[in-house]
């Protein structure tokens, strides 16, 4: 914490010293020395006499503050997302043209108060502009440099996750080959008995595994195989219910769109709606939705809510929400967009993702 303190003191200290000089650069650039020569006891000497902008560079200031603080904070924000590079550049120098006509009209304004005529201040707009062209430079790099950052520690903390959940994945694996000759014995045993749903529900199992196993340790998978996966998913839940009791209606489009995406993001919230959506001797519709328009990816599902009624296990559906909220930070930091609306009756996950 006290760390985090000086850091900020220190930020600000040469956020002030910056602003001090840029202050003295910008009197320099407004001021007019005068030679006047005056007759002293018979003799002429020459005077030097400062003109300064003053009180007027304080305005002029004010607004090169705003121009470096709206850039580098708000503007270059908002405006990265852009498609239209020659729109994104436009609206910055709009900005900075605006407010460099405002300091001359606003100079005009109060010229009076200074000892400087209309002349001079005219003269003085090359200067001016030359300041405020600086001051925009010096701002898109400290944003860019910021961003720069940022996405390092970004990328660090991700590194960090997936090898720590790597780690616990392999501490708690079980021999793969095992496990699948296993399931491979109980799908033969199944079919030789004759029950199909059964052997159906193994095989989706096997598959599952596998994909967890061998697919889904990659940074991305082809969407369309995130949805087999979760096809499988919504398939084995539902062997836990009647048929009238989990009506699930899963929909993803006849085509599923040549995408990539992080792999198992939309599970926990399909396995809430299970948990929690569902009850037993009750009709219980589950609704999950996956579109890709223009490279945004819509994720939605939405269930009862019947999380007051008491559960056996401990509730930790909480836990995976959570940790898919963190993973969506992680790996799409400013391009995702997450609402869970939750009430008596009702809950409803809206993602939103942009996958360019």
């Known amino acids: 914490m006290p760390g985090i303190r000086k850091k900020y003191l220190l930020e600000i200290l040469l956020h002030l010293l910056f602003w001090v000089g840029i202050f003295y650069v910008e009197q320099n650039f407004t001021s007019i020395y005068q030679f006047l020569r005056k007759d002293v006891n018979g003799r002429f000497e020459q005077h030097i006499i400062l003109k300064s902008a003053y009180p007027i560079s304080i305005i002029t200031l004010g607004l090169l503050m705003m121009l470096f603080y709206t850039n580098a904070f708000w503007l270059l924000k908002t405006i990265v997302g852009y498609k239209n590079k020659t729109g994104r550049i436009a609206i910055v120098i709009g900005w900075t043209v ?165 792999p198992m993001l939309f599970i926990p919230f399909i396995e809430n709606a299970f948990k929690h959506g569902v009850l037993i001797n009750n009709t219980s519709p589950i609704d999950i939705s996956i579109a890709v328009n223009d490279k945004e990816l819509l994720f939605t599902c939405e269930n009862k809510n019947y999380s007051f009624v008491k559960k056996m296990e401990n509730d930790k559906s909480g836990i995976g929400l959570e940790n898919v909220k963190r993973r969506l930070e992680l790996v799409y930091p400013g391009k995702h967009e997450l609402l869970i609306k939750s009430d008596e009756n009702l809950f409803r996950v809206d993602l939103k993702i942009n996958l360019s």
């Open 98 to 262: 605006f407010l460099i006509l405002t300091n001359y009209f606003l100079g005009l304004l109060f010229i009076r108060f200074a000892s400087i005529n209309v002349r001079e201040w005219q003269r003085f707009q090359f200067n001016i502009s030359l300041v405020f062209l600086f001051v925009l430079g010096l701002s898109t790099a400290y944003f860019f440099s910021k961003e720069w950052i940022k996405n390092e520690l970004l990328r660090k903390q991700l590194e960090s996750y997936q090898l720590t959940t790597e780690i616990k994945f392999l501490k708690s694996q079980i021999n793969p080959h095992f496990l699948f000759n296993t399931l491979n014995n109980l799908f033969s045993m199944a079919q030789e008995k004759g029950n199909d749903e059964l052997a159906d529900g193994i095989s989706r199992l096997s598959g599952m595994m596998r994909y967890m196993i061998y697919e889904s340790n990659a940074e991305t998978v082809p969407l369309k195989n995130e949805i087999e996966y979760i096809k499988s998913c919504i398939a084995l839940n539902k062997l836990r219910y009647a048929d009238d009791e989990a009506l699930v209606n899963f929909r993803y489009g006849e085509q599923v769109p040549d995408a990539f995406i992080a």
